[in-house]
C-alpha cells in the first residue's frame, strides 16, 4: 500500500466514522413508528447516498415504510423474496448485514440488514458499500431495532390508555343513566307514595276505632321508612350527579339535636336501650349550617346506633373543639354500646348499596345508602366520618367540622306564631286554582284544600290552567294557583309565564299569587321559580301547615301590593 | 433554426422573439425560458406572452443567465425541448403546515414518471427542503432530477417561476420531461479545517457548533485563513470563501453556504442542516472551481454514452459566480470545452441547486455546479 493510498483510506475511514455518529444521533428520536422511520430512513438515503431505503416487517411483502414510494421495482423486489417470506424464525438473529444482492449487472445494490424482533432494514445504492461499513452498521440498525420495539410498546400503551379512557366513559355514561334512573324512580315512586301519606293526614284525622287507629299508625310508620329510603336515594343520585348543595343559614345546635334524638327515644326505649343526649355548655348558641341536612346525618347515625344496639346505651355528644372570634371547631358523635363491626365491615360502609354485612339486611334492614350519604354531606360540610368499632363492643361514628357563629338576632319563629297551631287563612281567600296532572294528588288537594274550606277548581296541565285563569269568573276570581311544575302539554313555567302577560295585558286584573308545587325540588329551584313570576314553592308531600301558612303570608301581601288597585 | 436563443436583451419583444425562434425550431415539443432578473419585465405582460405560448413551457426569472460562455445579468434563454413536457404546479411552498407529499399526490396523481425532472421553486420560499424530500419520496430512484431556485438577489420574494398560465411565487414547478438526460454535480471546495459538530440548529440556522457560539467557532478558523478578519460586517463578502461542507459517504460533500451572521452569533445558511451533522470548513481558489466544473462535465459526458446531446443545461450556483467574479467565464469555457462546440451550453446561475448527483438522494446544494446533458 502507498503512502497516498493509506492516506486516503484513514480519511475514508475517518468519514465514515463520522457519518455512522451522524445516522446513531439521527436515529430514535420519535415515538411514533411511522415519524420515526420517516426520519431515519431519509437520513439513512441522505448520508449513505442511497437510492432506496424500506422497512419490512417479518413475512410481510408489504413494507412498513418504503422511501421513495416506487422504490420497490421488480428485480428488488425478487431479492427480497426469500427473507420476506421467512416469518419470524430469524427473530433472534443479530442486527446485521444479512443478505446482499446486486442487480442490473452491476449498476445496483441491495443490501438486506436484520432489525432483531421487527423485521428487516432493505438499502440500495448504486455503488457498492465495503464490508468495513457493512460491519459498521450493524450498530445503526441495532439501534433503529430499539427504536421500533420503543415504537410499539408506546403504541401499546397508548392503545391501553385508549380503551381505559373509553371503559372510563362507558362507566361514567352507565353512573349517569343509573344516577338518572335512580332520580327518575325516586321521582315515580314519591308520587304515588305522597298520595298515601297525604290521605293518611286526612284519614287520621277521622273518627277511627282504636284498632284503626293502631293499624293506621303501622301505615303511617310504613309509608315514612319507605319515603325515608327514597329520600335517601334520591339525595345519593342528586349528590353523585353534584346537584346537592348545603345551605348556610343561622341554626339552633341545641334545637336541632334534641329534635333528632327525641325522635328515636321511643324505639330505643322498646329495645331496652339507653339513648341521651350530652351537649357541651360552651356551645355558641347558634351557627351558620343547614339544619335539615345537619338533622339527616344524625338521624342516620342514631338510626343506625340505635338498629344494632339491643339492652345498651347510645350516647350522642355534641363537643365544642375550639373557638376563636366567629368561628368554632366542633364533634358530634354517637357511642354506642351495640354489635359493633369488624374492620372489614367498616371498609364497606359509606360504599353505596353496600352494608358492612348482607346478613345486617336480612335482620336489620336498609338500603345501605344511608350512611353513604352521610359521608358525603359531612364532607361537604369540611369533615370526614370517622368510624372506631370493635365486634360485641360497640361503635362510635362521628365527624369534626368548623363553622361560623351566627350573629344572634330577634328569634323569627314568634312572628309566625304558635308552630301548633296553623294561622287561619284570610277571609278573603275562597277560590284556588289547582294545577294538578296526577289524578291521585288532585284527589288529595281536592280534599285537602276542601278540609281548608276553599272552592277549587283543577286544571290537569298548564294550558289549562292558562284557559282556566282567562276566562274566570270575575264574581268568584282565583285568590291563589297552586301551580304543579313538571307536567305534560304545558309545564308549570310556562303557564305562569303566561298568566303574568295576560295579567299585564289586563291592567285592571290584580295580580293573582302562585305557589309551584314541586316532589322533586333542587337547589337554587325556588329562585328560579320566583324569577319566572311565581311567588312561593311548597314541596311534596305537600303539609297542610305548610300550606296553610304559605298562603296566609302570601296573599295578604299581594293584598298589600301597591300595583292593586 | 436553432432549438438554443440567446437574447441579452432585456425587453420582453426579445424574450418573445425568442420564444417564436425556439418554438419554431423542427422537432421541439416543449420550452424551458431562463430570464434575469435584470430584466424587470412588466409582470403582467410577461404573463400574457406567456399565456400565448402553445408549448407545454417551463421556466423561472434567475439572479443570472448563462449563455454564449459568461453569466448576464440582463436578457434570456429560451432553449426549445425535443422531450414532451408535463408540468405541475406545488403551491404554498413556505407553509408551515404543508404536506408536501399530499400536496404532489394531488396534483400529479395523473402524470407519470420519467427519466427526468427539471424542477423550479422560488429560492426564496422557505421551505424548500421538505418540498425537495417529498419530491424524492413520491418519484424516487429512478429519475434523474436538476433544478434550482429561483427569484432575486434582492432577497424579495416575489413572482419567478414561469408556467403556461404566467408567473407564479412562493411555488414550485415539477416538470416531468420524456427522456433521458446525463447528470453529474460537483463543486471543488476543499476541506481546510474538518470535524465541527454543529450541536444547535433550527433550521438554517447554526446556532452552536462545538457545543459553542457558531460565529464565535467560524470566526476562529476563518480568520487562520482569510487575508482579513470576519466580522458582522464583511461577513457575506468573506464567507463566499469558507463554506461549510456535511459528509455523505462515497459522494461529494453536500456545500452549505453561510451568508449572513445575526447579533447573537448564530449563522444563517441557504438550507438547512442538522443537529449532529459533522460540518468540514471549507475553501477554494478560482482555478480549483474551474477545473471542477469541468470535471462535474466531464462526468456528465461521460453518462451520455457516446449519444450527441442537444444541449447542455447548468444550475451553477450565483454565490459561486460572485465569489468567482470575472473568473466565472472560464468555469463556463472549461464546460463547453468538456462537452464540445456542438453542444450549446446555457442555463441559470441559481438561488441552491437541485440535483440527486446522479447516483442517490436528491439534495438541495449550495455553491455547486450542477451539469445536464439533454
Redesign the interface.
Known amino acids: 500500500m502507498s503512502p497516498t493510498q493509506a492516506v486516503g483510506e484513514h480519511l475514508q475511514d475517518?468519514?465514515?466514522i463520522?457519518?455512522l455518529?451522524?445516522l446513531s444521533?439521527?436515529i430514535g428520536n420519535s415515538l411514533d413508528r411511522r415519524k420515526l422511520l420517516s426520519e431515519s430512513l431519509?437520513?439513512i438515503?441522505?448520508?449513505?447516498?442511497?437510492?432506496?431505503a424500506g422497512v419490512f416487517g417479518y413475512g410481510d411483502p408489504d413494507p412498513l415504510f418504503l422511501?421513495?414510494?416506487?422504490?420497490l421495482?421488480e428485480a428488488v423486489r425478487s431479492c427480497l423474496s426469500h427473507v420476506l417470506s421467512t416469518g419470524r424464525s430469524l427473530v433472534d438473529t443479530p442486527a446485521e448485514l444479512y443478505d446482499s444482492h446486486s442487480l442490473d449487472d452491476g449498476r445496483r445494490h441491495c443490501y438486506v440488514f436484520h432489525l432483531p424482533d421487527s423485521g428487516w432494514l432493505v438499502l440500495?445504492?448504486?455503488?457498492p458499500?465495503d464490508d468495513q461499513?457493512l460491519r459498521a452498521l450493524a450498530p445503526i440498525c441495532e439501534k433503529l431495532a430499539t427504536s421500533l420495539r420503543s415504537c410499539a410498546a408506546n403504541q401499546e400503551l397508548i392503545e391501553k390508555e385508549r380503551n381505559l379512557a373509553q371503559t372510563l366513559t362507558a362507566l361514567c355514561e352507565a353512573q349517569s343513566a343509573r344516577d338518572q334512573f335512580l332520580a327518575n324512580m325516586s321521582h315515580e315512586i314519591r308520587t304515588p307514595l305522597n298520595g298515601i301519606m297525604g290521605f293518611l293526614d286526612l284519614f287520621e284525622q277521622t273518627r277511627l276505632t282504636a284498632e284503626q287507629r293502631d293499624y293506621l299508625g303501622t301505615i303511617r310508620h310504613s309509608s315514612s321508612s319507605l319515603l325515608g329510603i327514597i329520600n335517601d336515594i334520591l339525595d345519593f343520585s342528586k349528590n353523585d350527579a353534584g346537584m346537592l348543595q348545603l345551605e348556610q343559614a343561622p341554626l339552633t345546635l341545641h334545637d336541632t339535636l334534641s329534635a333528632v334524638v327525641r325522635l328515636f327515644a321511643r324505639q330505643a326505649e322498646a329495645q331496652g336501650t339507653r339513648l341521651y343526649l350530652t351537649i357541651d355548655p360552651r356551645l355558641p348558641r347558634r351557627v351558620l349550617g343547614d339544619a335539615l341536612r345537619l338533622k339527616q346525618i344524625v338521624s342516620n347515625l342514631i338510626s343506625n346506633a340505635v338498629k344494632f344496639t339491643e339492652n345498651g346505651t347510645v350516647e350522642v355528644r355534641l363537643d365544642l373543639l375550639d373557638q376563636q372570634s366567629d368561628r368554632c371547631a366542633l364533634e358530634i358523635s354517637v357511642r354506642d354500646t351495640g354489635i359493633g363491626m369488624t374492620q372489614e365491615m367498616i371498609d364497606r360502609i359509606g360504599q353505596p348499596f353496600a352494608q358492612a354485612d348482607s346478613s345486617t339486611t336480612r335482620r336489620y334492614g336498609g338500603s345501605g345508602l344511608g350512611l353513604a350519604i352521610c359521608k358525603q354531606l359531612v364532607s361537604m360540610m369540611g369533615g370526614e366520618l370517622e368510624i372506631d368499632s370493635q365486634p360485641g363492643r360497640g361503635t362510635t361514628m362521628g365527624f369534626r367540622w368548623q363553622t361560623r357563629i351566627a350573629e344572634e338576632t330577634v328569634a323569627v319563629d314568634s312572628s309566625h306564631g304558635s308552630p301548633t297551631a296553623p294561622k287561619p287563612l284570610p277571609s278573603g281567600i275562597r277560590h284556588v286554582l289547582v294545577v294538578e296532572d296526577n289524578p291521585v294528588n288532585q284527589k288529595l288537594m281536592k280534599a285537602v284544600l276542601s278540609k281548608m274550606g276553599l272552592e277549587q277548581t283543577l286544571a290537569a296541565n298548564g294550558a289549562e290552567a292558562v284557559a282556566a285563569f282567562e276566562n274566570q269568573d270575575y264574581r268568584a276570581p282565583f285568590d291563589v294557583i297552586l301551580m304543579d311544575i313538571s307536567m305534560p302539554v304545558m309545564d308549570g313555567l310556562e303557564a305562569t309565564r303566561r298568566i303574568r302577560m295576560l295579567e299585564l295585558e289586563s291592567s285592571g286584573r290584580a295580580r293573582t299569587p302562585v305557589i309551584a308545587l314541586t316532589a322533586n325540588a333542587l337547589n337554587g329551584d325556588r329562585e328560579r321559580f320566583l324569577a319566572e313570576g311565581m311567588d312561593e314553592m311548597l314541596t311534596k308531600p305537600l303539609d297542610l301547615r305548610a300550606l296553610n301558612d304559605t298562603i296566609s303570608r302570601i296573599v295578604p301581601n299581594q293584598a298589600n301590593d301597591p300595583t292593586e288597585e | 433554426m436553432s432549438i438554443f436563443q440567446f437574447t441579452s436583451s432585456p425587453s420582453l419583444p426579445a424574450l418573445v422573439d425568442a420564444i417564436e425562434k425556439a418554438s419554431s425550431a423542427p422537432g421541439v415539443r416543449s420550452l424551458m425560458i431562463l430570464a434575469a432578473d435584470g430584466n424587470d419585465y412588466d409582470g403582467e405582460a410577461l404573463d400574457a406572452v406567456l399565456s400565448r405560448v402553445e408549448l407545454p413551457l417551463i421556466g423561472g426569472i434567475f439572479p443570472q443567465i448563462v449563455a454564449d460562455s459568461n453569466a448576464h445579468e440582463q436578457g434570456a434563454v429560451v432553449v426549445g425541448l425535443p422531450q414532451a413536457l408535463d408540468t405541475r404546479v406545488i403551491n404554498g411552498l413556505s407553509d408551515g403546515d404543508a404536506d408536501f407529499e399530499e400536496r404532489i399526490d394531488e396534483a400529479c396523481a395523473d402524470l407519470e414518471?420519467s427519466a427526468t425532472m427539471i424542477l423550479l421553486v422560488d429560492g426564496l420560499a422557505r421551505r424548500i427542503a421538505a418540498l425537495v424530500?417529498a419530491v424524492?419520496?413520491?418519484?424516487?430512484?429512478?429519475t434523474n432530477f436538476l433544478g434550482g431556485g429561483a427569484g432575486s438577489l434582492s432577497f424579495q420574494q416575489k413572482p419567478c417561476l414561469l408556467t403556461n398560465a404566467g408567473r407564479v411565487m412562493d411555488a414550485a414547478i415539477i416538470g416531468m420531461l420524456d427522456g433521458a438526460s446525463a447528470l453529474a454535480v460537483g463543486h471543488g471546495w476543499q476541506t481546510i479545517d474538518?470535524?465541527h459538530r454543529i450541536t444547535l440548529v433550527s433550521g438554517n440556522v447554526i446556532r452552536e457548533i462545538d457545543d459553542r457560539n457558531a460565529f464565535a467557532v467560524y470566526r476562529e478558523i476563518v480568520d487562520q485563513h482569510s487575508a482579513m478578519a470576519i466580522d458582522a460586517d464583511n461577513f457575506f463578502e468573506i464567507a463566499q470563501a469558507f463554506p461549510f461542507g456535511i459528509?455523505?459517504?462515497?459522494?461529494e460533500m453536500v456545500v452549505r453556504d453561510p451568508i449572513a451572521v445575526t447579533e447573537d452569533g448564530a449563522l444563517v445558511c441557504v438550507g438547512e442542516l442538522?443537529?449532529?451533522?459533522?460540518v468540514n470548513i471549507l475553501t477554494a481558489d478560482a482555478n480549483q472551481l474551474v477545473w471542477a466544473a469541468g470535471e462535474t462535465a466531464a462526468r456528465a459526458v461521460q453518462l451520455t454514452k457516446n449519444t450527441q446531446p442537444e444541449v447542455a443545461l447548468l444550475f451553477d450556483c450565483i454565490s459561486r459566480a460572485l465569489f468567482m467574479k470575472t473568473h466565472f467565464h472560464a468555469e463556463v469555457d472549461a464546460i463547453e470545452a468538456v462537452v464540445g462546440a456542438d453542444v450549446p451550453v446555457c442555463g441559470a446561475l441559481v438561488l441552491g441547486e437541485i440535483a440527486n448527483?446522479g447516483?442517490?438522494?436528491l439534495?438541495f446544494y449550495n455553491k455547486t455546479t450542477v451539469v445536464s446533458l439533454l
Do not use: C, Q, W
Open positions: 475517518e468519514i465514515r463520522r457519518i455518529y451522524e444521533m439521527a431519509k437520513v438515503l441522505r448520508k449513505l447516498d442511497g437510492l432506496t422511501t421513495p414510494r416506487r422504490g421495482d440500495t445504492r448504486h455503488m458499500l461499513t | 414518471g424530500d424524492y419520496a413520491v418519484f424516487g430512484a429512478t474538518p470535524d459528509n455523505k459517504l462515497g459522494g442538522s443537529e449532529g451533522d459533522f448527483s447516483t442517490g438522494y439534495e
